[in-house]
């Protein structure tokens, strides 16, 4: 069975300074890793996956993830917070339907990313 | 593409009630989800569709829920009778899945149901 989890309900961090946000998974085989992204009010946005090839993801608005195969785990960093990056982080993940998963991914709880002035 | 459209975006409704939400989801994709989310539980799946098939309901709560997809591009959600404890935010997502790709899903801007 395929899970993730996201250990910070809450991540801090002043404007300028790099931020992380932690994802970690489980599943059977090689997974299909995701971010989005939830403002207020609004759905949740697509920032950046990790499907195959390079560890290294890039996505929207700079910011980037790292897919860590040892660690199991697929962490958001970004180098300069912004205030307007302020939001609600969703980690979700996928085991690949040629693994036997299903195309239902799973989401972690969500951290709530406060970036101060 | 005006993305996934949900209706309505806001409902306040007394117990007992009836609720239908609706969902259009993005031309071409043929995986729609239902999602509600509370602060208590965190976004929860409470049915897909595939190809206008539901795949997977075991999310949904109870009898009360219903879910179906006439078409590719029309979904509900409805809810009889309507408790207090289903006030939440509704979302509908949609995604064209393939069997190699890891697909992205589109979410709609949701529905605030409030049930008094």
């Known amino acids: 069975a395929q899970s993730v989890a996201q250990p910070e309900d809450q991540v801090n961090v002043a404007e300028g300074n790099p931020l992380t946000v932690k994802c970690t998974y489980s599943v059977s085989g090689n997974p299909y890793l995701f971010w989005y992204v939830q403002y207020p009010n609004r759905g949740l946005q697509f920032l950046l996956k990790?499907?195959?090839?390079?560890?290294l993801v890039k996505g929207s608005y700079g910011f980037e993830a790292e897919f860590n195969k040892s660690q199991t785990s697929f962490h958001l960093k970004k180098p300069s917070a912004l205030v307007s990056d302020s939001a609600l982080y969703f980690c979700a993940v996928r085991e690949p339907s040629s693994s036997g998963g299903s195309y239902i991914p799973t989401f972690g709880r969500g951290t709530s990313l406060i970036v101060h002035p | 593409d005006a993305g996934v459209i949900q209706s309505p975006r806001h409902e306040v409704t007394e117990m007992g009630q009836e609720v239908t939400l609706r969902c259009k989801p993005i031309s071409g994709h043929n995986s729609l989800f239902w999602y509600r989310q509370t602060m208590m539980r965190g976004l929860e799946l409470l049915i897909y569709f595939n190809n206008n098939v539901p795949i997977d309901d075991s999310g949904m709560p109870e009898d009360r829920f219903s879910a179906k997809m006439p078409n590719a591009s029309f979904s509900t959600l409805k809810i009889q009778p309507s408790e207090p404890r289903d006030s939440a935010v509704y979302f509908c997502?949609?995604?064209?899945?393939?069997?190699?790709?890891?697909?992205?899903?589109?979410f709609g801007p949701g529905t605030r149901l409030l049930v008094l």
């Open positions: 990790y499907i195959t090839g390079d560890n």
């Open positions: 997502a949609s995604s064209l899945s393939t069997a190699h790709k890891g697909e992205t899903q589109y």
